[in-house]
Protein backbone atom coordinates (compact mmCIF):
# COMPACT_ATOMS: atom_id res chain seq x y z
CA UNK A 1 0.00 0.00 0.00
CA UNK A 2 0.98 3.55 -1.30
CA UNK A 3 0.87 6.40 1.04
CA UNK A 4 1.30 9.76 -0.44
CA UNK A 5 3.56 11.18 3.23
CA UNK A 6 4.92 7.36 3.81
CA UNK A 7 6.16 5.25 0.64
CA UNK A 8 9.21 3.84 -0.34
CA UNK A 9 9.57 6.47 -3.10
CA UNK A 10 11.22 8.58 -0.96
CA UNK A 11 14.33 6.94 -1.28
CA UNK A 12 14.70 8.63 -4.24
CA UNK A 13 15.00 11.75 -2.92
CA UNK A 14 17.80 10.63 -0.12
CA UNK A 15 20.76 11.19 -2.83
CA UNK A 16 19.47 14.09 -4.06
CA UNK A 17 18.82 15.34 0.01
CA UNK A 18 22.30 14.28 0.77
CA UNK A 19 23.65 16.12 -1.83
CA UNK A 20 22.03 19.32 -1.28
CA UNK A 21 23.34 19.30 2.84
CA UNK A 22 26.81 18.66 1.14
CA UNK A 23 26.17 21.22 -1.59
CA UNK A 24 25.75 23.95 1.50
CA UNK A 25 27.89 23.17 3.76
CA UNK A 26 30.60 23.71 1.16
CA UNK A 27 29.67 26.87 0.24
CA UNK A 28 29.70 27.80 3.73
CA UNK A 29 32.58 26.50 4.88
CA UNK A 30 34.48 27.78 1.32
CA UNK A 31 32.86 30.96 1.53
CA UNK A 32 33.79 31.73 5.53
CA UNK A 33 37.28 30.46 4.46
CA UNK A 34 37.86 32.96 1.74
CA UNK A 35 35.90 35.76 3.97
CA UNK A 36 39.12 35.89 5.90
CA UNK A 37 41.35 36.78 3.06
CA UNK A 38 41.37 40.39 2.10
CA UNK A 39 41.96 41.30 -1.37
CA UNK A 40 45.21 42.72 -1.87
CA UNK A 41 43.86 45.69 -3.57
CA UNK A 42 41.74 47.28 -0.80
CA UNK A 43 38.17 47.71 -2.31
CA UNK A 44 35.16 46.67 -0.56
CA UNK A 45 32.63 44.39 -2.74
CA UNK A 46 30.17 46.91 -3.00
CA UNK A 47 32.57 49.49 -4.62
CA UNK A 48 33.64 46.68 -7.28
CA UNK A 49 29.99 45.93 -8.23
CA UNK A 50 29.81 50.01 -8.46
CA UNK A 51 33.01 50.20 -10.57
CA UNK A 52 31.75 46.89 -12.56
CA UNK A 53 28.85 48.29 -13.64
CA UNK A 54 29.64 51.59 -14.60
CA UNK A 55 32.17 50.19 -17.18
CA UNK A 56 28.70 48.60 -18.86
CA UNK A 57 27.21 52.11 -18.81
CA UNK A 58 24.93 50.27 -16.05
CA UNK A 59 23.04 52.91 -13.66
CA UNK A 60 21.60 49.52 -11.38
CA UNK A 61 21.83 51.00 -7.43
CA UNK A 62 23.63 48.45 -5.43
CA UNK A 63 21.67 48.65 -2.27
CA UNK A 64 22.44 46.32 1.13
CA UNK A 65 19.91 43.57 2.16
CA UNK A 66 20.11 42.03 5.04
CA UNK A 67 20.73 37.77 5.30
CA UNK A 68 23.79 35.83 5.04
CA UNK A 69 24.90 35.00 1.47
CA UNK A 70 20.94 36.49 -0.36
CA UNK A 71 22.90 38.62 -2.65
CA UNK A 72 21.20 38.68 -6.08
CA UNK A 73 20.43 41.11 -8.99
CA UNK A 74 16.64 42.19 -9.23
CA UNK A 75 16.08 42.20 -13.20
CA UNK A 76 12.80 43.57 -12.86
CA UNK A 77 13.59 46.76 -10.38
CA UNK A 78 17.31 46.69 -12.51
CA UNK A 79 18.66 46.62 -8.80
CA UNK A 80 21.55 44.90 -7.66
CA UNK A 81 21.56 43.94 -3.59
CA UNK A 82 24.20 42.62 -1.56
CA UNK A 83 23.56 41.26 1.98
CA UNK A 84 25.25 42.20 5.09
CA UNK A 85 28.19 39.29 5.05
CA UNK A 86 29.02 40.55 1.32
CA UNK A 87 28.32 44.54 1.68
CA UNK A 88 31.57 46.71 3.17
CA UNK A 89 33.70 43.29 2.79
CA UNK A 90 37.28 43.36 1.53
CA UNK A 91 37.53 39.64 1.37
CA UNK A 92 38.19 37.76 -2.27
CA UNK A 93 34.92 35.78 -1.44
CA UNK A 94 32.30 39.10 -1.16
CA UNK A 95 34.26 40.58 -4.03
CA UNK A 96 33.59 37.13 -5.98
CA UNK A 97 29.63 37.28 -4.81
CA UNK A 98 29.72 40.85 -5.55
CA UNK A 99 30.83 40.47 -9.15
CA UNK A 100 28.78 37.22 -9.62
CA UNK A 101 25.33 39.29 -9.30
CA UNK A 102 26.97 41.77 -11.88
CA UNK A 103 27.55 38.91 -14.43
CA UNK A 104 23.54 38.63 -13.83
CA UNK A 105 23.50 42.33 -14.52
CA UNK A 106 25.68 42.21 -18.14
CA UNK A 107 23.52 39.08 -18.75
CA UNK A 108 20.21 41.03 -18.84
CA UNK A 109 21.88 43.92 -20.17
CA UNK A 110 23.35 41.54 -23.58
CA UNK A 111 19.81 40.10 -23.40
CA UNK A 112 21.43 36.63 -22.58
CA UNK A 113 18.57 34.15 -23.43
CA UNK A 114 19.25 31.52 -20.61
CA UNK A 115 18.20 34.57 -18.58
CA UNK A 116 15.41 35.98 -20.63
CA UNK A 117 13.73 32.38 -20.71
CA UNK A 118 14.18 32.04 -16.89
CA UNK A 119 12.55 35.70 -16.64
CA UNK A 120 9.79 34.81 -18.59
CA UNK A 121 8.79 31.83 -16.60
CA UNK A 122 9.18 33.00 -13.38
CA UNK A 123 4.94 33.65 -12.64
CA UNK A 124 3.88 30.41 -13.83
CA UNK A 125 6.93 28.63 -11.66
CA UNK A 126 5.41 30.48 -8.95
CA UNK A 127 2.25 29.13 -9.01
CA UNK A 128 3.11 25.99 -10.25
CA UNK A 129 5.93 25.29 -7.24
CA UNK A 130 2.54 26.19 -4.66
CA UNK A 131 0.12 24.41 -6.52
CA UNK A 132 2.20 21.08 -7.73
CA UNK A 133 2.58 18.19 -5.17
CA UNK A 134 -0.88 19.20 -3.64
CA UNK A 135 -2.49 19.14 -6.73
CA UNK A 136 -0.47 15.96 -7.33
CA UNK A 137 -1.34 14.07 -3.81
CA UNK A 138 -4.73 15.10 -3.49
CA UNK A 139 -5.65 13.35 -7.36
CA UNK A 140 -3.38 10.29 -5.77
CA UNK A 141 -5.39 10.48 -2.06
CA UNK A 142 -8.90 10.53 -4.61
CA UNK A 143 -7.12 8.43 -7.40
CA UNK A 144 -7.81 10.94 -9.54
CA UNK A 145 -5.61 10.87 -12.87
CA UNK A 146 -6.46 14.22 -13.92
CA UNK A 147 -5.30 16.00 -11.12
CA UNK A 148 -2.42 13.51 -10.68
CA UNK A 149 -1.56 14.64 -14.56
CA UNK A 150 -1.89 18.28 -13.86
CA UNK A 151 0.12 18.06 -10.62
CA UNK A 152 3.22 17.15 -12.66
CA UNK A 153 2.34 19.32 -15.98
CA UNK A 154 2.90 22.05 -13.02
CA UNK A 155 5.78 20.50 -11.98
CA UNK A 156 7.82 20.27 -15.06
CA UNK A 157 7.81 23.54 -15.48
CA UNK A 158 9.58 23.99 -11.86
CA UNK A 159 11.97 21.21 -13.11
CA UNK A 160 12.38 23.33 -16.79
CA UNK A 161 13.08 26.47 -14.11
CA UNK A 162 15.76 24.27 -12.46
CA UNK A 163 17.44 23.13 -15.54
CA UNK A 164 17.36 26.69 -17.36
CA UNK A 165 19.18 28.33 -14.19
CA UNK A 166 22.00 26.21 -14.33
CA UNK A 167 24.04 28.03 -17.36
CA UNK A 168 22.39 31.32 -15.97
CA UNK A 169 24.53 30.75 -12.73
CA UNK A 170 27.51 29.57 -14.56
CA UNK A 171 27.61 32.06 -17.37
CA UNK A 172 27.57 34.55 -14.60
CA UNK A 173 30.69 33.36 -12.61
CA UNK A 174 32.67 32.83 -15.85
CA UNK A 175 31.74 36.78 -16.37
CA UNK A 176 32.36 37.68 -13.16
CA UNK A 177 35.88 35.79 -13.07
CA UNK A 178 36.49 37.29 -16.72
CA UNK A 179 35.95 40.53 -15.29
CA UNK A 180 38.00 40.52 -11.91
CA UNK A 181 40.86 39.43 -14.08
CA UNK A 182 40.87 42.23 -16.76
CA UNK A 183 39.98 44.85 -14.41
CA UNK A 184 42.69 43.66 -11.86
CA UNK A 185 40.91 43.56 -9.24
CA UNK A 186 41.91 40.61 -8.28
CA UNK A 187 45.66 39.37 -8.39
CA UNK A 188 45.82 35.56 -10.51
CA UNK A 189 45.96 33.87 -7.22
CA UNK A 190 43.35 35.55 -5.69
CA UNK A 191 40.84 34.37 -8.53
CA UNK A 192 40.98 31.06 -7.52
CA UNK A 193 40.10 31.59 -4.36
CA UNK A 194 37.11 33.49 -5.89
CA UNK A 195 36.71 30.85 -8.28
CA UNK A 196 36.63 27.65 -5.30
CA UNK A 197 33.60 30.15 -3.51
CA UNK A 198 31.69 30.56 -7.39
CA UNK A 199 32.32 26.72 -8.06
CA UNK A 200 30.77 25.81 -4.39
CA UNK A 201 27.78 28.17 -4.81
CA UNK A 202 27.31 26.97 -8.67
CA UNK A 203 26.69 23.04 -6.50
CA UNK A 204 23.70 24.48 -4.40
CA UNK A 205 22.01 24.82 -7.96
CA UNK A 206 22.90 21.77 -9.31
CA UNK A 207 21.89 20.12 -5.91
CA UNK A 208 18.36 21.91 -6.45
CA UNK A 209 18.10 20.56 -10.27
CA UNK A 210 18.67 16.92 -9.11
CA UNK A 211 16.04 17.66 -6.65
CA UNK A 212 13.78 18.75 -8.78
CA UNK A 213 14.81 15.83 -11.08
CA UNK A 214 14.57 12.94 -8.66
CA UNK A 215 11.08 14.49 -7.68
CA UNK A 216 9.63 14.03 -11.10
CA UNK A 217 10.80 10.64 -11.28
CA UNK A 218 8.46 10.01 -8.47
CA UNK A 219 6.02 11.63 -9.23
CA UNK A 220 6.01 9.66 -12.13
CA UNK A 221 5.91 6.29 -10.18
CA UNK A 222 3.28 6.95 -8.22
CA UNK A 223 1.31 7.73 -10.98
CA UNK A 224 2.11 4.36 -12.70
CA UNK A 225 0.94 3.24 -9.21
CA UNK A 226 -2.81 4.59 -10.06
CA UNK A 227 -2.49 4.04 -13.31
CA UNK A 228 -1.83 0.50 -12.95
CA UNK A 229 -4.87 -0.25 -10.30
CA UNK A 230 -8.73 -1.13 -10.86
CA UNK A 231 -11.15 1.41 -9.70
Do not use: C
Not at 75 to 94: C, E, M, Q, T
Request: hydrophobic content about 50%.
Amino acid sequence: MFYPMFDPTFLILIPAVALGMWAQMRVQSTYARYSAVWARKGVTAEMVAERLLSMFGLRVPVERVPGNLSDHYDPRSKVLRLSDSVWGNYSIAAIGVAAHEVGHAVQDLEGYSPLRIRNSIVPVVNIGSMAALPLFFIGFLFRSGVMMDLGILFFLGVVGFHLVTLPVEFDASRRALRLLADTGYLAPDEIRGAKAVLDAAAWTYVAATVMALSQLFRLFLLRGVIGGRDD
